[in-house]
Nanobody, 123 residues
């Protein structure tokens, strides 16, 4: 069973930065597609970013493009989300997810999900 454990959330002022981490159990992490989603209060969960070929193919939501960066450290079985120039609209619970099949393109249907970490951006 693959488990995901997010960390790094917190309270930050608008314009600030945070780096989220997601530790993934499993011996074949380097072949997994990994991604980040978020869910703001009263809204549906939305896609943020994905790395679905070990860094060779990344994709971002338009709302975070140029501000957020997804990366991974296969030696540590960890995926990161560097978030810069944060604004109050980025306030949400952030979830990482993972999928053993890197060709699977339905990011919201990935097999494994973490419990989420809260990010709050004050104005």
């Amino acid at each position: 069973q693959v488990q995901l454990d997010e960390s790094g959330g917190g309270l930050v002022q608008a314009g600030g930065s945070l780096r989220l981490s997601c530790a993934v159990s499993g011996r074949t992490f380097s072949s997994y597609a990994v991604g980040w989603f978020r869910q703001a209060p009263g809204k549906e969960r939305e896609f943020v970013a994905v790395d679905n070929w070990n860094g060779g193919n990344t994709n971002y939501a338009d709302s975070v493009k140029g501000r957020f960066t997804i990366s991974r450290d296969n030696a540590k079985n960890t995926v990161y989300l560097q978030m810069n120039s944060l604004n109050p609209e980025d306030t949400a619970v952030y979830y990482c997810n993972a999928e053993p099949n890197p060709y699977y393109s339905d990011y919201a249907d990935y097999d494994y999900w973490g419990q989420g970490t809260q990010v709050t951006v004050s104005s």
